[in-house]
């Protein structure tokens, strides 16, 4: 069967696309709007409607094709046939026209948009940029620096702002098909629009067009397809069409064939197949309406929020009746805050706040399908929550664990059914950061397995599967770069150098800033939790407990790593780097210059060789668990792939 059809309605032509899941712009998809623009241009219909099937539009090419060579029709090609047609095209859009499939709209007449729908140009996420005609159309049917931004910046915009740009002619709320059939007949009586590649390009002055490209790529990081977006806009504003189209294919095969390409694709791919294991095909999750949450602090309060906006039914526990209200109060504030950034209505902040209850006892967890138990991070103080939640609750309930170190299969022989037990570490802030770490105990059931994969899809999250170790996956290959960045330290180099070398590199934050930022005294109560477990002849850097011995523990006190004032901005710290060179002083070791090279060099190799380790135990089942694991955990540079991607790169 074809992936593209054509019927007549009256005298206009639909024509159909039907490629799933996305109806991604494939040769054969392309192949058939060929056939279909052919024999439309012969048998003349009054117009065309562009539709398609299923849940999107056409939500980008075929990704698969871009290590193969291009076969014909090739997408560019087809675009100029479609936009010079003699009839009419009207693009009618649900849910996704991404990529391609934005370009494709853009190459139709007409441009109607169903009010859910969403339009973008993401391939700046791939380390690319628009192949066929993104960057020169758009520029040419709204405003440039409008233009600008959805190519930089990749982010899809939905019906009502495209509307308002006027990448939409207009945006229905009903049926979309008998919508478009209006479109497109009172497009046959009207004259046709000017081609977009015909049209002459806005001019902007450099100085409002610098001011804007600099804000729009502040937050690149060493990504190169976000800078190439905005030249390739440029270039469609000082250049004809048909000039600037062959300048932007340029710029995309050149990318295309780039380190930095590759890295995302590989990247791409590999958030879309971790998160599965053969145990849980055909079985059969346990429900989830109803969850509880124990613990009402920062971590406990985000899951509570990322529950309730999943559309859960969320019953948190804590000690008293006063932690329970400052729970509350924290996941209200996070509710409210959606509200406040728009991204839900009042009758939605309404009701989510309605499926939200606290409690001081464990009795109003009796009817929670599944309980998350967010405590601090100590083994006593968690077998006591779990022996808690085994009185209270159902028989299948399932109980986890949000622990981000500590031994689940110890956990989960604290209780007399350590099948229901599995581990949920999220990371904070739990409502906004999408990876969520599945950690597996020995004797966890199959069920309950596929329904912690269940909850997290229905959370939004990006789950890995990691077995039971100290840290598991992500915290335990941070564990170990920290530690490399403290022998760092004691070999000659200090923390600004360090935290530059890794904010170069393409990190969002230096090591010792993160630490900074998290609270030193976390760390410090799990060095001293593991200090009789740790060998004798393990090189252990003192300098992080000198600090926080003096009651220093980062910004929330002022002093840590680095100095902080009242505008939050570190500044280096001179007892601190006094505080190094002493002990390296101590230790008879003599320090050395490191440059920036080298210092990533050792953290980097650190990163890779604990990424080995993991694999070779099994705690990891795959490089791109790690690799999509230290992206969104840590925010490793996409456009490098990962840590073991980089290794066998």
Not at 96 to 108: H, I, P, S, W, Y
Not at 371 to 399: N, S, T, Y
Not at 526 to 534: L, S, Y
């Amino acid at each position: 069967m074809s992936v593209v059809t054509t019927q007549m309605h009256g005298d206009i032509a639909v024509v159909t696309i039907d490629n799933p899941p996305v109806n991604a712009a494939s040769q054969a998809v392309r192949q058939g709007l060929l056939a279909a623009l052919q024999a439309t241009e012969k048998s003349q219909p009054a117009a065309v409607v562009l539709i398609c099937s299923g849940r999107s539009f056409v939500a980008g090419a075929d990704i698969r094709e871009f290590d193969k060579p291009f076969l014909e029709p090739m997408l560019p090609d087809l675009l100029n046939a479609i936009e010079a047609a003699t009839r009419p095209w009207i693009a009618a859009i649900h849910g996704t026209a991404l990529g391609g499939g934005c370009e494709l709209a853009l190459a139709c007449s007409h441009r109607l948009g169903l009010s859910t729908a969403k339009i973008g140009l993401p391939e700046v996420n791939l380390g690319l940029i628009p192949g066929a005609g993104g960057t020169v159309r758009l520029p040419r049917l709204i405003d440039p620096l409008e233009a600008a931004r959805l190519a930089v910046t990749g982010k899809p915009i939905g019906a009502a702002e495209a509307h308002k740009l006027g990448l939409f002619d207009a945006v229905t709320e009903d049926d979309l098909l008998t919508a478009a059939l209006t479109m497109a007949r009172d497009a046959a009586s009207q004259p046709r629009p000017k081609p977009l590649l015909s049209r002459e390009a806005p001019a902007v002055a450099a100085e409002t067009w610098n001011t804007a490209i600099a804000k729009l790529t502040s937050k690149a990081r060493g990504q190169h397809s976000p800078h190439e977006a905005a030249a390739s806009v440029r270039d469609a504003l000082d250049h004809d069409g048909i000039t600037a189209l062959g300048l932007e294919r340029e710029r995309f095969m050149r990318l295309k064939g780039s380190s930095q390409s590759a890295a995302l694709r590989y990247i791409f791919f590999a958030e879309r197949t971790v998160g599965k294991t053969p145990r849980t095909k055909g079985i059969t999750p346990r429900p989830t309406a109803n969850i509880g949450v124990v613990g009402g602090g920062t971590m406990g309060a985000g899951i509570a929020a990322a529950a309730l906006l999943a559309g859960l039914t969320v019953h948190m526990v804590e000690r008293d009746l006063d932690a329970a209200n400052a729970g509350a109060a924290r996941v209200e504030g996070i509710i409210g805050g959606s509200l406040k950034r728009g991204l839900i209505s009042q009758t939605r902040h309404d009701t989510l706040l309605q499926n939200f209850t606290t409690a001081s006892t464990y009795a109003s967890l009796a009817t929670a399908d599944l309980v998350i138990e967010a405590v601090f991070e100590d083994m006593d103080v968690k077998k006591q929550v779990f022996a808690a939640l085994e009185a209270a609750c159902k028989p299948e309930a399932v109980l986890a664990t949000n622990t981000s170190y500590l031994d689940v299969n110890e956990i989960a022989a604290s209780v007399k059914d350590p099948s229901r037990v599995v581990g949920l570490h999220f990371f904070s802030p739990a409502h906004i950061m999408k990876l969520l770490e599945i950690v597996v105990p020995e004797t966890v059931a199959d069920d309950v397995l596929a329904t912690a994969l269940q909850l997290a899809k229905s959370l939004g999250k990006l789950p890995v599967l990691a077995g039971v170790c100290d840290g598991f996956i992500a915290n335990r290959i941070m564990s170990s770069y920290r530690r490399e960045a403290d022998y760092l330290l004691e070999d000659g180099a200090l923390p600004h150098e360090v935290d530059t070398a890794m904010r170069d590199f393409g990190m969002p934050m230096g090591i010792f800033e993160m630490q900074d930022l998290a609270g030193l005294d976390i760390g410090w109560a799990a060095r001293k939790r593991r200090a009789t477990a740790r060998p004798a002849s393990e090189r252990y850097v003192d300098i992080p407990d000198r600090i926080c011995e003096q009651g220093n523990f980062g910004r929330k006190t002022g002093r840590g790593w680095y100095l902080y004032g009242e505008d939050g901005t570190p500044q280096r710290n001179p007892e601190v780097e006094a505080l190094i060179l002493a002990e390296s002083a101590r230790k008879n070791i003599t320090r050395q210059s490191f440059g920036a090279e080298a210092i990533m060099a050792r953290i980097l190799g650190c990163m890779q060789s604990e990424g080995a380790a993991i694999l070779t135990e099994g705690i990891a089942a795959s490089r791109e668990d790690i690799d999509v694991t230290m992206v969104n955990a840590f925010g490793f540079p996409r456009w490098k792939g990962g840590p073991m991607f980089l290794r066998d790169a």
